[in-house]
């Protein structure tokens, strides 16, 4: 790959954290490596998806490899998590109460003992 499409790639303002293997599976299963970059927010990381820049080097990537791509809101330097679990233990007893065919998602209940 050249220099231009190296640079259109990696803009100054990303962060790459993780990029690629090794990965040490512990448990369960990975079926590959993974590249974590980081944003300074989900709306900065729609904006580079959604790119000119991006759309033009897009097959680089697509032509080669199966991959899954995500947009996750990072926890950020406040995060706690006894509270994240108070908040998904609460969400989880609102989609017990409606019919099941309602809820696609898996919950597991985490008490703060668990988190310590």
Do not use: K
């Not at 950020?76 to 609102?94: D, K």
């Amino acid at each position: 790959m050249g220099r231009a499409a190296d640079s259109e790639r990696r803009p100054r303002a990303l962060s790459y954290v993780i990029h690629g293997p090794p990965a040490e599976v512990v448990e369960g299963s990975w079926p590959g490596s993974m590249v974590l970059i980081e944003f300074p927010g989900l709306t900065e990381a729609r904006a580079r998806h959604d790119s000119p820049a991006n759309r033009s080097i897009l097959h680089l990537r697509t032509d080669h490899i199966e991959d899954d791509l995500l947009l996750i809101e990072g926890a950020g330097p406040n995060h706690h998590p006894a509270e994240r679990a108070r908040r998904l233990q609460a969400e989880a007893g609102r989609a017990s109460q409606s019919p099941s065919w309602c809820s696609s998602r898996r919950r597991r209940d985490v008490t703060e003992a668990q988190l310590r």
